[in-house]
């Protein structure tokens, strides 16, 4: 099998590949607040090091919806500062960039903009964090995107159907479909994958040619019967996918046994909550492709502040600790401020070989104090580590595994689950809350007329969006529905009646779960319009505005014969001549480099009949080479369109060749080369 000896073959593409870098994230802690801003330096500094041919983000570039203005402006900084040069940029854009980037006002990629100098191009799709919102359903991407210096793509406004349109690159004799799917509500996307709603449309020339590579921000790990992305609705034909939104670093590309398409999940760039899976040394990719073969090389992240996590459970000492002594709790913080004190060793060690890591580090100690001892003052015991921890207020961290008792399903205890912090890996969501509230709430105080599931997405927007007007418009909206639908039945004007006929038109809103998103949705329409209603009254009192209006008032009646408009538009007509030098954007985007595609049936194929055949072999290397060659042509279905349907469970043969680290475990380690047929 060959290899990609050359660095800087003309066939081959080198990405850079990151996600979740999280800007802004703590920026006002006077000791955490530069760290992301620092680690995106350093990314960045790795793209010009390395010469990539482009940057690939998998969302959440941004910690904020509405990042701030210092925040934008470090992000802004720093792109210029690294991505912009006289290095040209060698591959090519095959496909209609109008359909690409359709949701720009610039349908096209930044570096074969004339007014442009890019030399490191960056694709990024939004996460969950800094995702399209507000009236004109705008993100922080669309603002460096405007600007020339990203091009934000995979972006879906469709509830109803999702059709993913590649990005197609070509560098030499090598050919890139590159598809993106920004941050969806994990349960709405479950169930349009359900009902077939997705599709993944292929290029219809030499399909089988193209390297597929599909980067996504959800849930990965199973968080609810339908708050996550099973990897098996995925189409098959794929050969990586960069999975966003999970933050532990698992960049080693390891392969799905049913899809046999490989996965590479790098995590975040910065630590955001003290769990885990936040503990893993932090890396990036480099990402080489020639042909249908890739390799991965891990980068380990230099700037990203140190996090040391250790667990104690004080009932495994029972020679040290006796809950039964008066002085248990002293001998309890004594061994917990040794446990301390040993983490801050290792952390001084591993600093003292990288410079340029930050000198406080995070430390966070688990301690189990189930068996009947009692916590001490964590305050007081953080005043000793100000000078020298970066998270003092929560370097312990006390919780007690309780014995699980029968209870009944509606008994729900809203305390436990608030008392609970969000560092320790579970996600609470406003939404989930109120549907809680309010099924197991008293028959007095049920909801009649709206769904727990109406009222919690429009809490949802109020808390995350800052909609203040959701909750309202949702109201008025579902009430008018009720009332027309009332009004249609002609129902007789008794309280009973009344009631039951509302209750029954509740009962079929909830089973129509794809109509209540409509109202949902609607609903938010409307509070959006009301909002910009509010901006536009709001700027129409500005200084001049009210000078024309004191004008007016002052002339009184004596002055009628004056127009009316004496005192306003002047000069605003100048000028608006000026500046139409604007490019067709249209002819631009779609011009003879548009492909035809053809599309798949989104149905995950879990028992699809097809032979693999994998190459497993050990080279003394850094990089983690895949090659993946069609072992036969796949069966076309004829269509009479040029967007003709096909299924997606192609015949594919991928050899693996793993090299491995020495923190992570290799399953190719010790395997001698074989053949495999599956």
């Known amino acids: 099998m060959s290899t990609i000896n050359s660095q800087d073959d003309e066939d081959t593409f080198k990405i850079l590949i990151a996600t979740d870098i999280h800007l802004g994230y703590l920026e006002k802690d006077p000791v955490r607040g530069n760290d992301t801003f620092v680690t995106f330096n350093e990314i960045l500094e790795q793209a010009q090091k390395n010469e990539v041919d482009f940057v690939l983000l998998g969302g959440d570039l941004f910690h904020e ?5 210092k925040t934008v402006h470090s992000c802004l900084e720093s792109l210029r500062k690294y991505c912009m040069g006289d290095r040209p940029v060698h591959f090519e854009i095959l496909s209609d960039q109008a359909v690409n980037f359709h949701f720009s006002k610039f349908p096209w990629v930044n570096y074969q903009d004339g007014n442009l100098n890019i030399s490191i191009p960056i694709f990024s799709i939004h996460g969950n964090h800094d995702d399209p919102t507000g009236a004109d359903a705008l993100c922080a991407l669309d603002i460096l995107s405007c600007a020339g210096l990203l091009n934000h793509f995979g972006r879906s406004t469709s509830v109803e159907k999702i059709d993913i349109s590649p990005v197609l690159l070509r560098k030499g004799r090598t050919k890139i479909a590159l598809y993106g799917l920004g941050a969806i509500p994990d349960e709405r996307l479950y169930r349009m994958f359900v009902n077939k709603q997705v599709t993944m449309l292929r290029p219809k020339e030499d399909e089988d040619s193209w390297f597929n590579l599909f980067v996504i921000h959800q849930n990965r790990s199973k968080h609810g019967a339908t708050n996550y992305i099973p990897e098996q609705f995925l189409d098959d034909f794929i050969n990586l996918v960069v999975w966003g939104h999970e933050h532990e670093c698992k960049i080693a590309p390891t392969q799905n046994e049913q899809q046999r398409f490989y996965v590479s999940q790098p995590g975040s760039s910065v630590v955001t909550s003290l769990s885990p899976g936040e503990a893993v040394k932090k890396h990036i990719g ?5 042909g249908k073969k890739m390799k991965m090389q891990k980068i380990p992240l230099e700037t990203v502040r140190s996090f040391h996590m250790e667990d104690v459970v004080l009932a495994d000492h029972p020679d040290l600790f006796n809950p039964d002594n008066p002085k248990v709790t002293q001998a309890i913080q004594a061994f917990c401020m040794e446990k301390v004190e040993m983490m801050l060793d290792n952390a001084e060690r591993e600093r003292l070989g990288n410079p340029r890591q930050p000198e406080k580090p995070l430390i966070r100690l688990r301690v189990d104090y189930t068996g009947g001892f009692e916590p001490f003052s964590v305050h007081r015991f953080s005043q000793k580590y100000v000078d020298r921890i970066a998270n003092p207020k929560d370097i312990i961290h006390f919780f007690r595994h309780r014995e699980q008792k029968e209870k009944n399903d509606s008994d729900l205890n809203f305390g ?54 959701a909750i309202e418009e949702l109201v008025k909206f579902q009430l008018e529905k009720t009332q027309r639908f009332l009004k249609e039945r002609r129902t007789d004007a008794e309280e009973e009646k009344i009631d039951e006929e509302v209750r029954r038109f509740r009962e079929s809103r909830r089973k129509n779960t794809e109509e209540e998103d409509e109202e949902v949705r609607e609903a938010m329409t409307r509070a959006r319009a009301h909002r910009s209603e509010d901006a536009i009254l709001a700027s129409a009192s500005s200084d001049e505005e009210l000078m024309d209006m004191g004008m007016k008032v002052a002339g009184g009646d004596s002055d009628d014969s004056l127009p009316s408009t004496r005192s306003r538009g002047r000069g605003r007509a100048r000028g608006r001549a000026r500046g139409a030098r604007g490019q067709n954007s249209t002819a631009r985007g779609s011009s003879q480099r548009g492909r035809a595609f053809r599309s798949l049936k989104p149905q995950p194929s879990w028992n ?25 042509v796949n069966q076309r279905l004829s269509a009479p369109s040029s967007l003709s349907k096909r299924s997606s469970q192609s015949q594919i043969s991928k050899g693996v060749d793993f090299d491995s680290d020495e923190d992570e475990f290799d399953p190719f380690k010790s395997t001698a080369t074989s053949r495999r047929t599956k």
């Open 416 to 469: 436990k689950l608030v008392s609970r912090p969000a560092s320790e890996g579970m996600t609470l969501r406003v939404e989930d809350l109120v549907k809680q509230y309010f099924q197991t709430a008293e028959k007095k105080v049920q909801l009649s007329l709206l769904t727990e599931r109406g009222m919690g997405e429009a809490v949802q927007e109020f808390v995350d969006k800052e909609e203040k007007d």
């Open 65 to 69: 919806n509405k990042p701030s203005r």
């Open 286 to 290: 480099l990402l080489h492709v020639k």
């Open 608 to 632: 699809s009949s097809k032979s693999y055949s994998e190459d497993i072999i050990d080279v003394d290397s850094d990089l983690e080479e895949i090659s993946v060659v069609p072992s036969k």
